[in-house]
């Protein structure tokens, strides 16, 4: 079976993607939120989201020319067939995935766990997509994996406070 391949291009926005449901999610679920601190974290993490959008488009700016896949190496088989199932799901393909994910919460606790999911996928896809790019990109990839790793943090940590688990 052949694997599927990506161009630059094409990976650049599915993790636009991911970021955009990811802002929607976190800023619908902080309108929701009853808690003033899930509030709180919500809506900055709605605001990070949005930060990793224009990093992600910056990246997709700097591809050379028409060549959009400069820089990556679009053909590692094990990285290609980890994006195809991941580009499958609901997260990369409906760009409303986040606002609905929101709505269908039945509680904070849910909110919490359901984010907490949606930030290790988004690493998942972040640490293959740093097996694909040029070296000199990189960094922004790794920094981008340190923000989303302390996300899953502040998540866990408030789980804890608010929950007791």
Not at 137 to 140: E, N, V, W
């Given at each position: 079976m052949?694997?599927?391949?990506?161009t630059?291009?094409e990976v650049?926005d599915?993790?636009?993607?991911?970021?955009?449901?990811?802002?929607?999610?976190?800023?619908?679920a902080?309108?929701?939120?009853k808690?003033?601190q899930?509030k709180?974290?919500?809506?900055?993490?709605?605001?990070?989201?949005?930060s990793h959008?224009?990093?992600?488009?910056?990246?997709k700016?700097?591809?050379?020319?028409n060549d959009?896949?400069?820089?990556?190496?679009?053909y590692?088989?094990?990285?290609q067939q980890?994006l195809k199932?991941m580009?499958?799901?609901e997260?990369?393909?409906?760009p409303?995935?986040?606002?609905?994910a929101?709505?269908?919460?039945?509680?904070?606790?849910e909110a919490?766990t359901?984010?907490?999911?949606?930030?290790?996928?988004s690493?998942?896809?972040?640490?293959?997509?740093?097996?694909?790019?040029r070296?000199s990109?990189?960094?922004?990839i790794e920094a981008?994996?340190?923000q989303?790793k302390e996300?899953?943090?502040?998540?866990?940590?408030?789980h804890?406070?608010l929950?007791g688990?």
């Open positions: 052949d694997p599927v391949h990506f630059g291009k650049l599915m993790a636009v993607r991911i970021e955009e449901n990811g802002m929607r999610f976190y800023t619908d902080s309108k929701a939120a808690s003033q899930l709180d974290l919500f809506s900055a993490l709605a605001e990070e989201e949005a959008i224009k990093t992600f488009l910056e990246l700016r700097a591809l050379v020319g959009e896949s400069a820089g990556f190496d679009a590692i088989e094990d990285a980890y199932s580009a499958d799901t997260v990369f393909t409906n409303n995935a986040g606002k609905e929101a709505r269908a919460l039945k509680n904070e606790e919490i359901l984010a907490i999911g949606m930030e290790k996928d690493l998942l896809f972040y640490y293959e997509l740093e097996r694909m790019i070296e990109d990189k960094k922004i981008l994996i340190d989303e996300h899953v943090r502040k998540l866990t940590n408030l804890k406070v929950f688990k």
